[in-house]
Structure formats: C-alpha cells, structure tokens
C-alpha cells in the first residue's frame, strides 16, 4: 500500500465516491425497473449495466482512499473512464432503429427500398458506429494498462489520447447524422405516455440522443485534457475537476435516460400509423 497521492498526484476526498457509488446503484435499479415495465428492448439494459459499471469504479476509488495499491487504482481507472462509452452505443442503436423504422413500415411495406445514402442505412449507423466505439474502448483499455508501467506511462498516454480521439471524431459524425434523421419528416417516432403526437415523440427522443451525446462529449475533451497534462499537470491534479466534468457529466445523462426513457418509443408492438412507425421488435433485425 502506497500513499494515495502516489497516484491521484493528491489526496482524495472522503465520502463523495460513496455517494456517488450509492447514486449510480440507484439509476441501475431504476432503469433496470423501467425497462422491465415498459417493455422495452433488452439492448436497453445496456444503460442499467453501465451505471452499475460507474458505481464499481467509485467503490473502487473509495477503497484507495484508505487502501491505494496499483491493482486498485487501475481497476478505478478502468471502471470510471470506459464504461460511459456504452451510453453512447446506446444512442448509435436508437438513431438506428428510428432510422429502421421508416423503412419496414406498413404504409411503405417490409422490404421497401432503403435509402441511397449508406449514411442513412440502419446496419452502417448500428455497426459503424458500434466499432468505432468498441474500437475506442479497446484504445482507451489498452492505455490504461500500459500506463501501470512507469517507463511505458508516455506510451499508455499516447494510446488512451488516440482512443479518446477516435470517439471524439465518431461524436461529432453521429451528431451530423442524427441532426439530419431530426429535421427529415420521413423519420418518426412512436408515442410515449408523456407524447401528445409523434413530432412530440421525435422531439422527446432526439432531445435524449443529442444532449447526452453532448455531454459525453464534453466528457471526453476533459479527458483529453487530463491526459495531455499528463500526471502532475494542473487538471490531472485537481480533484473538482474529476467531479464536474467527469461524474456530474455522466450523472446528468443518467437523469436524462431517467426523465425521457427510450424504452416507451420502442415497445415492440405497433402503434397508431398516424402518430408514428414502428413494428415488432422481433421482426427487426440488425
């Protein structure tokens, strides 16, 4: 056991991780609970998972604050900076399934054309962006376990900077392709119990996609800050940054996902034509 300031470059503050951790559990059971009710989509649990992952990482980081050894800041290390990468799959699959939608209606027939753009295709907004982002993840992992080396730490940092990058690029992609799937009519959304309409439902749900990708966006440039400093460096070094643009961040998705679930657009049976598309789920494949 070492100092923890060996390895945080400061001393770490008591209680907010267990808060956080115990935050985190309850927006696991929640959305576990709210996929469950609404019938959703099992990919949707991807959100309970991932919350569950974020409370891990907090134990951990409450656990070197009395107990630092190299094993437990790396897997705090590990379970604070990958798992948020899986709320931004979650949106890839959404904007996919919007996208679907439109094109295995029964006003335009199962099999209709699909649309020219490979862009606006559901598989290549699922796959694509679904391997850019495990592709990221695996970036982001590999750096942090070269970083547990000393002499490789300038190695591990390049590595996760590249990973953080490649999601960054992605993030900005996505947005474009979402911003357009919003303002195209051809696109529509089933109605949730808060929904008066489908353009509401649209609304609603793009409201989700884009705010929260945003967030995690911002997320990400902080990281890239933090690592271009390297350890020592002003904003590695200070803590309430962690917080804000780290923890709150992520927290401030969750609370969307919680306010605006997906889960009642995709209920997996149809809903009225008029107020917007959608078939059963297990007549959609990827």
């Known amino acids: 056991m070492v100092d923890p300031a060996y390895y945080f470059s400061y001393t770490p503050m008591n209680v907010a991780p267990e808060v956080a951790a115990a ?7 929640a959305l576990a609970l709210k996929t469950a009710k609404s019938r959703g989509p099992r990919w949707l649990l991807i959100l309970s998972v991932t ?10 980081r409450a656990v070197c604050i009395y107990w630092t050894t190299l094993g437990t800041f790396t897997a705090m290390s590990l379970f604070l900076l990958l798992p948020p ?3 931004a799959l979650t949106n890839y699959k959404t904007l996919g399934e919007v996208v679907k939608s439109a ?21 290549f907004i699922t796959w694509f962006f679904f391997t850019s982002d495990v592709f990221s993840f695996l970036l982001q992992g590999a750096g942090v376990g070269i970083s ?15 990973g953080l990058a490649v999601q960054l690029f992605f ?26 309409d489908s353009r509401e439902a649209k609304r609603r749900l793009f409201r989700v996609i884009i705010s929260t990708t945003l967030l995690l966006y911002l997320r990400s440039i902080y990281r890239v800050a933090e690592f271009v400093g390297g350890y020592g460096s002003k904003v590695y070094g200070t803590e309430w940054l962690f917080y804000v643009f780290d923890t709150v961040m992520v927290m401030a998705s969750f609370v969307i996902y919680m306010q605006s679930f997906i889960g009642y657009h995709f209920q997996g049976h149809d809903s009225d034509p008029k107020d917007g598309i959608m078939v059963p789920m297990n007549r959609l494949v990827l």
């Open 148 to 162: 547990t080396q000393e002499e490789q730490r300038t190695l591990g940092k390049q590595t996760i900077l590249t």
């Open 51 to 60: 919350a569950f992952s974020e409370a891990v990482g907090y134990a951990f």
């Open 85 to 87: 990468n899986a709320l």
């Open 171 to 196: 993030f900005a992609a996505f947005l474009c392709i979402a911003s357009y799937v919003f303002f195209d009519r051809r696109f529509t959304v089933a109605r949730g119990p808060k929904d008066v």
């Open 103 to 123: 094109y295995h209606s029964p006003q335009r027939g199962y099999g209709a054309e699909p649309p020219r753009s490979i862009f606006l295709r559901p598989r």
């Open 23 to 29: 935050i985190f559990i309850g927006f696991s059971v």
